[in-house]
């Protein structure tokens, strides 16, 4: 064993389903190794206010299939300041926490870079967040689960859209990034995606009009990226109303319960990984990087890495749904 002896695990930013399964996994890796383990409560805040609670094996039982966080989550503008983060460590020193787990988003691990750069307790991170929009990593913890979410919800807008034969536009989360609602616009065989990262679709949906490729449906719904416009869905529909004279249209915004409920199993399995991953980084004297999955195996990327490159999405998927929904 090397000079960890006490590790703290925290949640920070938005909760992402899964994140619970990732606390489970550091805790009991860290036990089986025989190091203590610290959770650290409501994200950066609880390390500035020392608002730790010590976890034993059993404190992560009957947690794997719940969502939210048990730790809590915030997003803590105090640690985006020197003096935050001096407190920080102290709070840390005193707790005689060695390594630190950060499960969160890019501006998680951008907070944990800096104070890696600062000082000499290392962090490490497991992506969490339903946008799967991390740099490095095919996965994030919670996307898969927020994803079934979305179809689940698009497949029901649909039933209504048929009864009345009408257009909807969906608009679902993703923060930036288009991964939900191009895979749920394939999933749920929406009749047009717009994402942030390809511009001009909103164009092309009055050509389809135009050729007549939406108008012979019984429903169109068309999923919508909340960062592809300013204003979101209720601004697109607003926008085009005039071209889709003759549609009975509606708008609906899933919101929040995207980020809600029981993990997947694959977001169990990832999450229980991930978080092994990150003791045995920890172990092996790793700092200032992040654990991910590529092609399944797990991966170390530094953290400058994960957060300053856009990862982008495989634009190919937006042409087969294309292809596929006329
Ligand atoms: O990053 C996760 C996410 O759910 C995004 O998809 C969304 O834009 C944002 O968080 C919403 O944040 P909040 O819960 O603070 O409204």
Redesign the pocket.
Same mark, same amino acid.
């Given at each position: 064993m090397g000079k960890i002896r006490k590790i703290g695990v925290l949640t920070s930013? +938005?909760d992402a389903p899964g994140m619970n399964a990732a606390i489970r996994g550091v805790t009991r890796t860290a036990i089986f190794n025989g190091l203590e383990v610290v959770g650290i409560r409501h994200g950066y805040q609880g390390l500035i206010d020392a608002n730790f609670i010590p976890l034993e094996a059993s404190s992560v039982s009957d947690i794997i299939q719940r969502g939210g966080t048990i730790l809590k989550t915030a997003?803590c503008e105090a640690f985006k300041t020197p003096e935050g983060r001096a407190q920080a460590y102290n709070k840390l020193k005193e707790a005689q926490i060695d390594g630190v787990v950060v499960i969160g +988003?890019d501006g998680s691990f951008t907070g944990a870079r800096i104070f890696n750069e600062e000082y000499d307790i290392p962090f490490v991170g497991i992506p969490g967040?339903?946008?799967n929009d991390i740099f490095g990593t095919d996965y994030t913890i919670g996307y898969d689960t927020a994803l079934n979410t979305v179809v689940e919800a698009v497949d029901k807008i649909r039933d209504t859209a048929s009864a009345h034969n009408r257009m909807f536009f969906v608009e679902v989360?993703?923060?930036e990034a288009g991964f939900i609602a191009l895979y749920s616009g394939i999933a749920t065989g929406a009749e047009a995606i717009l994402i942030p990262e390809i511009k001009g679709e909103q164009r092309d949906l009055k050509k389809m009009i135009e050729n007549g490729n939406l108008r012979k449906k019984s429903s169109n719904l068309i999923i919508v990226a909340?960062g592809e416009t300013e204003g979101g869905a209720f601004a697109i529909a607003e926008k085009l109303k005039h071209e889709f004279t003759g549609y009975d249209i509606r708008v609906s915004v899933l919101g929040?319960l995207?980020?809600g409920g029981s993990p997947t199993a694959i977001d169990r399995v990832n999450a229980s990984r991930l978080g092994h991953a990150a003791v045995e980084a920890l172990i092996d004297d790793q700092k200032s990087v992040m654990v991910g999955l590529s092609n399944d195996e797990i991966v170390l990327v530094p953290f400058r890495r994960a957060v300053k490159q856009n990862k982008e999405v495989d634009l190919s998927l937006l042409d087969l749904a294309r292809i596929l929904s006329v």
């Open positions: 930013g +938005g997003r +988003g967040t339903i946008d989360m993703g923060a909340e929040h995207q980020r």
